[in-house]
């Protein structure tokens, strides 16, 4: 890889896991770890999201984020 690519982060915003996406209570109920909406940012290296996509696509949805990554060239 070119650069410092194979560090990027990649994120998504998923429930909770230190308060359980406000299920566990007590001084949980004000949980600086998420937001309101008791959603929080998880990060990803590259080289997760690559094994992850590679072993749970399918060959047809493979295929189809090949030819949309070939586009930006």
Avoid: H, W
């Avoid at 359980?20 to 309101?36: A, I, M, T």
Wanted: charged residues 30%.
């Amino acid at each position: 890889m070119e650069g410092d690519e194979s560090d990027a982060k990649l994120y998504i915003k998923a429930s909770c896991s230190i308060c359980l996406g406000g299920r566990r209570e007590g001084c949980f109920s004000n949980c600086p770890y998420c937001d309101v909406s008791r959603q929080t940012y998880i990060e990803a290296s590259f080289n997760e999201v690559k094994d992850i996509l590679g072993s749970t696509l399918k060959q047809s949805a493979k295929r189809e984020l090949i030819s949309y990554l070939k586009k930006d060239d």
